[in-house]
């Protein structure tokens, strides 16, 4: 059996391939979503209970090997994969689309460490920081933009109460390119704060910030599994799950 550690557009792509290879495989999925979009074949959702718990769960299952295709920012996940994996010996590979740093115009852009960084730097930059960070993070950002008007785009409600002067939209992409440009006009955003997730799907609204010249802030990705064998795209996760299973 192999683990496909899913929650993104690649995972599901991935376990496409591997359905059609007719290899065994379960996707598991965090569960943080409402309606999360499926991948095809079994489906676990909800966590493992840390390292422990995902150890315990890849005996049980006999797992082969591991596929961590979280999305770049789901850093908890990644850790526990490699501290599980490494400490049974199970080989693992992270699928991971490659981030935006080395797009034309991104040494543009203002990267910075993390949530709490990029919150100040909103808060200098503009009056009407359009936030595109998830619900998980929002809170850091609360007290930085309190007075601004912040527009947030969530999938899910946030958990936390926003303040006053904040607009919420509650929708799930991909968003066309026109579509970002009224999102832009309509709420007036002067800063666009993002994380670099990399990928096609949500590119819309940086090509949009760079044709009205609207600063970008773009949370840099932590470098959290270093030593994980790394490839970019699903098919060459097929090729390296081929090559485990030996098929
Ligand atoms: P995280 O902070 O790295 O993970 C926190 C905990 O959630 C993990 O320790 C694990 O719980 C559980 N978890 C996370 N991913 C899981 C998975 N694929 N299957 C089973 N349990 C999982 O993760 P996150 O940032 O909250 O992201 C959650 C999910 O949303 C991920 O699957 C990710 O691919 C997807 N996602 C995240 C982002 C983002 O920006 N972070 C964006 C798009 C999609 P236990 O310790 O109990 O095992």
Request: net charge neutral; with cysteine; aromatic share 6%.
């Amino acid at each position: 059996m192999i683990l496909l550690l899913g929650g993104t557009a690649e995972a599901r792509e991935l376990a496409d391939l591997l359905q059609s290879a007719g290899v065994r495989f379960v996707s598991s999925l965090a569960g943080r979503v409402a309606r999360p979009r499926l991948p095809v074949g079994a489906v676990q959702i909800g966590g493992f209970g840390g390292v422990a718990g995902l150890r315990a769960y890849l005996a049980e299952q006999r797992v082969v090997a591991v596929i961590d295709a979280t999305h770049p920012f789901a850093e908890g996940m990644s850790r526990n994969a490699a501290e599980a994996c490494a400490a049974d010996g199970i080989p693992l590979l992270r699928l991971e689309r490659p981030g935006w740093s080395t797009v034309p115009g991104a040494d543009a852009w203002h990267w910075v460490g993390d949530h709490d960084e990029a919150a100040t730097t909103a808060a200098s930059l503009g009056e009407r920081p359009f936030l595109t960070v998830g619900r998980q993070a929002l809170d850091r950002f609360v007290q930085p933009l309190q007075r601004h008007h912040a527009l947030v785009r969530v999938v899910d409600p946030p958990s936390i109460v926003l303040p006053a002067a904040w607009t919420l939209i509650e929708s799930r992409g991909p968003y066309p390119v026109e579509a970002e440009r009224d999102v832009f006009a309509t709420h007036g955003v002067d800063v666009l704060v993002t994380k670099d997730s990399g990928g096609s799907y949500t590119w819309a609204k940086m090509q949009v910030a760079t044709e009205q010249i609207v600063p970008v802030v773009i949370v840099r990705r932590g470098d959290v599994t270093p030593g994980v064998p790394t490839v970019a795209v699903p098919a060459r996760a097929l090729a390296w799950v081929k090559n485990v299973v030996g098929g």
